[in-house]
C-alpha cells in the first residue's frame, strides 16, 4: 500500500517553485504599497478634517480621548501601539511627526504660555485666569532654601505673608481650609521616601502644582544637576491659577510632571524617546507603587520651544490615552550664594 502510494505521488518541478516564490514577493510588496498608501490617504484624510471642522473642535475630539470610532481608526491606524511596542526609532520619529504637524494645525503660531494656559484649562476645566489676593500668604516649613525660592518666584514689590509650620502636611492643611493661598513644599528628598510622602499630601488635600522653583549651587548646571546640590520646591494650591506676581515671564523652564502607568499600552522607554525627540530633557523618572499603585512619576522640562513642548502635548494625548497629567507650569531657577 505504501508502494502504491509513493507511486502516485508526484515532485513538484523547481520552476513551479520559482513562479510561487516570485508570487509571493510580489504580493507582499503590493502589500507594503499599498499600506503605504493608505497611511498617505488617512494623513490626507486628518488633514482635510482639521481644516473643515475648526482648531477648537478637533482639540476637545483629541483631549476627549477618541469620542468617535472613526477617529479611533484613523490614529490608531496612524501610530498602531504594536510598532511603538518595538520600540522602533523610525516608528517613533514618524509618530513625532504626525504629532508636530498636528500640533501646528491646532495651536498655530499662538506663544506658549498662553497655549499651555489654554491646554491646562481644558485638561482640567479649570479657570487660569483668577487671581490670588494681592498679597499672597504662603503656608510653608522654614528653611534658607524655601526663603531663596520664595525671592526667585515673586517681584520684589510683592508683599508674601508666610506662615511657617512645624510639618508640610500641617502647610497643606491651611491652604486645603483656604487660610493660606500657596503651599510651598521641596520634593528632592528621596533619602527619608518624602517623594511618597509628597504624592500622599497632593491626593488626601487635593492641592494642584502650579509652579517649580530650583536652588543649587552656580557652580552646577540644571541640565546634569546632582540631587545632594539642587533642591526642587513645588508651589500647591486648591486651584490650577497662577498668582500674577509670580514671574512668569522670567521662567528658566516649563516643567511637565506627568504620572504614567507602569503597563502602559505604550512603553514608558517610547515616551521618554519622543520626549527626547522634542527637546524636552528628563528631570527625574520614579516607581511610586507604594501610594500610586503601579504608576511612575515622570518629571521633564523644556526651554521656550512651542511647537516641540506642544509636539510632545499631543504625542501623549495620542498615543498615551491613559496619562494623567499633573501639571504644566513655570520652573524658575535661584543660585546660591
Known amino acids: 500500500m505504501a508502494e502504491a502510494f509513493s507511486s502516485t505521488r508526484r515532485e513538484v518541478p523547481?520552476?513551479?517553485?520559482?513562479?510561487?516564490?516570485?508570487?509571493?514577493?510580489?504580493?507582499?510588496?503590493?502589500?507594503?504599497?499599498?499600506?503605504?498608501?493608505?497611511?498617505?490617504?488617512?494623513?490626507?484624510?486628518?488633514?482635510?478634517?482639521?481644516?473643515?471642522?475648526?482648531?477648537?473642535?478637533?482639540?476637545?475630539?483629541?483631549?476627549?480621548?477618541?469620542?468617535?470610532?472613526?477617529?479611533?481608526?484613523?490614529?490608531?491606524?496612524?501610530?498602531?501601539?504594536?510598532?511603538?511596542?518595538?520600540?522602533?526609532?523610525?516608528?517613533?520619529?514618524?509618530?513625532v511627526f504626525f504629532c508636530r504637524e498636528v500640533s501646528r494645525e491646532l495651536w498655530g503660531d499662538l506663544p506658549e504660555q498662553t497655549v499651555i494656559s489654554q491646554l491646562l484649562a481644558e485638561l482640567h476645566g479649570q479657570n487660569l485666569s483668577e487671581p490670588f489676593a494681592v498679597s499672597p500668604t504662603v503656608a510653608c516649613v522654614q528653611s534658607r532654601l524655601a526663603d531663596q525660592v520664595l525671592s526667585a518666584v515673586f517681584s520684589p514689590e510683592v508683599r508674601v505673608r508666610t506662615r511657617y509650620h512645624g510639618s508640610f502636611r500641617d502647610a497643606c492643611e491651611e491652604v486645603a481650609a483656604a487660610q493660606?493661598?500657596?503651599?510651598?513644599?521641596?520634593?528632592?528628598?528621596?533619602?527619608?521616601?518624602?517623594?511618597?510622602?509628597?504624592?500622599?499630601?497632593?491626593?488626601?488635600?487635593?492641592?494642584?502644582?502650579?509652579?517649580?522653583?530650583?536652588?543649587?549651587?552656580?557652580?552646577?548646571?540644571?541640565?546634569?544637576?546632582?540631587k545632594e546640590e539642587w533642591n526642587r520646591f513645588l508651589f500647591l494650591c486648591r486651584e490650577y491659577v497662577v498668582h500674577p506676581s509670580m514671574r512668569?515671564?522670567?521662567?528658566?523652564?516649563?516643567?511637565?510632571?506627568?504620572?504614567?502607568?507602569?503597563?502602559?499600552?505604550?512603553?514608558?522607554?517610547?515616551?521618554?524617546g519622543a520626549a527626547q525627540m522634542c527637546s524636552l530633557k528628563i528631570r527625574r523618572i520614579d516607581g511610586i507603587g507604594a501610594v500610586l499603585r503601579g504608576m511612575h512619576y515622570v518629571s521633564l522640562y523644556a526651554a521656550e520651544q512651542t511647537i516641540e513642548t506642544l509636539t510632545f502635548l499631543v504625542f501623549l494625548l495620542l498615543y498615551v490615552p491613559q496619562f494623567d497629567v499633573l501639571g504644566i507650569y513655570p520652573n524658575f531657577v535661584k543660585e546660591l550664594e
Not at 504594536?82 to 520619529?93: F, S
Not at 500657596?182 to 499630601?201: D, K, Q
Not at 512668569?248 to 511637565?256: F, N, W
Open 14 to 95: 523547481a520552476a513551479d517553485i520559482a513562479v510561487a516564490e516570485e508570487n509571493l514577493r510580489v504580493l507582499r510588496h503590493t502589500s507594503q504599497r499599498n499600506a503605504i498608501k493608505r497611511m498617505a490617504h488617512l494623513r490626507e484624510m486628518l488633514l482635510v478634517m482639521i481644516r473643515g471642522i475648526g482648531r477648537s473642535r478637533l482639540r476637545e475630539m483629541i483631549l476627549s480621548n477618541f469620542g468617535s470610532d472613526e477617529w479611533y481608526e484613523i490614529f490608531s491606524a496612524q501610530a498602531p501601539d504594536l510598532t511603538l511596542q518595538k520600540r522602533g526609532t523610525e516608528d517613533l520619529a514618524d509618530a
Open 180 to 226: 493660606a493661598d500657596i503651599a510651598l513644599l521641596p520634593i528632592e528628598n528621596e533619602s527619608n521616601g518624602f517623594l511618597n510622602s509628597f504624592f500622599s499630601l497632593l491626593e488626601r488635600y487635593e492641592l494642584k502644582i502650579i509652579a517649580a522653583a530650583e536652588c543649587g549651587n552656580a557652580s552646577e548646571s540644571p541640565v546634569g544637576y546632582e
Open 248 to 272: 512668569a515671564s522670567e521662567p528658566s523652564s516649563y516643567v511637565l510632571d506627568l504620572i504614567l502607568p507602569f503597563r502602559s499600552q505604550v512603553p514608558v522607554a517610547s515616551i521618554l
